[in-house]
């Protein structure tokens, strides 16, 4: 996987409240809630884009008073994305 590195101004890091040990990670699942957010991608697309395991990207999101739009349609992306991965 390919990364781009991005620098960020610390108040943005801090409004964010972006862990300070971590700040790609918490910068990839911001960005990753915003494009599940939008409808561009599936919650585990989401989940798989920053790195993170379903269930925990679901805990991020949760902590962000995220509701979780969770159907049939996206079930069957996500069943397809694990089998083009192999798992």
Avoid: N, W
């Amino acid at each position: 996987m390919k990364t781009v590195a991005v620098e960020l101004p610390e108040e943005l890091v801090e409004a964010a409240e972006i862990s300070r040990s971590q700040p790609s990670v918490g910068a990839a699942q911001l960005l990753a809630l915003e494009l599940f957010l939008e409808d561009k991608v599936s919650l585990g697309r989401a989940a798989e884009l920053c790195q993170t395991p379903v269930e925990a990207f679901m805990e991020f999101a949760s902590s962000r008073d995220v509701a979780l739009h969770y159907g049939i349609a996206e079930l069957e992306k996500d069943r397809l994305t694990l089998q083009r991965l192999g798992l």
